[in-house]
């Protein structure tokens, strides 16, 4: 019989709760990346402890050797069963997320917020293909609105809207909009693709839904915990990106860039747009994952299609 988690200090619960994780065979990737990480954020959650906690044993301030009381300790175990029984995201058990250092309130109404597109907006990479007269920024397929919150915190001079055809999607972001204050800055709008966004836009930031039906057939459970229709991009992954480079032209100003997440779909991209070029952006996870097009690039490419 498998042994619950256990232990009378936050660093023990820790250690046991990651061996109960890797033992149960859950799948990670929706904030963390490993049993341990995964164990830490659960077990300084549950306890009420902020999530950057120092951990380390031997270091003064650290909270892993802080005793924890065995009712606290029997609600810690509850969250790791509960964990492994549903199989839904951890972040889906705490209603929250982080993308680089911002906390966002998520539950099943919206996928978990886990763009490469966040890092681009926190470092500035995006701002060298930007205008000095970028006015305008539309996060396309937002989900819990956590792109286009943090674009407003990258650039305090611009609008953004947050678009997506899910109406509970939005009503997860308008939460986060109002959680950062940002409602006189952030507008909400319900549109299948660009059809009630048609701008023009500076900038258009999409991490569309694009698995493919085989990836999507094989997903961990944890990920079909997600609203599918977040998820599920057709037999190759492109049927939402098709109709949005088809579309985009038209509402993009002169100078606009589109910067668009495939995830791991590269070759499928390529296949599917083969004479379009595009620049592949740096990101923790590689070169592969984002790419941004510019608008002339587009239309050229529209063009030769034709």
């Not at 911002?102 to 917020?113: C, G, K, L, T």
């Not at 999607?169 to 006189?184: D, F, W």
């Not at 098709?242 to 791991?264: H, K, T, W, Y």
Request: glycine letters at 8%.
């Amino acid at each position: 019989m498998t042994q619950a988690v256990h232990g009378a200090t936050v660093g023990a619960l820790i250690e046991s709760g990651a061996a109960r994780l890797a033992g149960a065979g859950v799948a990670f990737g929706h904030g963390t990346a490993n049993a341990r990480d995964e164990a830490a954020w659960l077990v300084l959650w549950r306890l009420g402890l902020p999530l950057d906690s120092v951990l380390d044993e031997d270091a003064p301030d650290s909270v892993s050797n802080r005793l924890v009381t065995p009712d606290n300790q029997a609600l810690v175990a509850t969250l790791f069963e509960e964990r492994i029984a549903t199989r839904k995201p951890a972040a889906y058990l705490t209603h929250e997320a982080w993308l680089v250092g911002v906390p966002f309130y998520v539950d099943e109404r919206a996928i978990v917020p886990r763009s490469f597109i966040a890092e681009l907006l926190a470092d500035g990479s995006i701002d060298d293909w930007l205008s000095d007269q970028t006015r305008s920024v539309l996060d396309l397929c937002t989900g819990n609105g956590s792109l286009a919150v943090l674009a407003a915190m990258a650039w305090p001079e611009v609008r953004v809207t947050g678009a997506d055809l899910s109406p509970d999607a939005l009503a997860v972001a308008r939460i986060n909009v109002e959680k950062h204050g940002l409602q006189q800055r952030v507008r909400l709008v319900q549109s299948d693709g660009l059809a009630q966004v048609p701008g023009p836009w500076d900038l258009i930031l999409c991490n569309p839904p694009y698995v493919n039906a085989h990836s999507m057939s094989e997903l961990p459970l944890e990920y079909r915990a997600e609203p599918e229709l977040a998820l599920a991009g057709g037999s190759d992954g492109m049927d939402f990106i098709r109709q949005l480079l088809a579309d985009a032209p038209a509402c993009m100003s002169e100078d606009a860039v589109l910067v668009l997440e495939i995830g791991n779909e590269r070759a499928h991209f390529e296949a599917a747009f083969a004479q379009l070029p595009v620049f592949w952006l740096e990101t923790s996870a590689g070169e592969d994952q984002v790419l941004l097009i510019t608008r002339a690039a587009l239309q050229a490419w529209a063009a030769a299609s034709g």
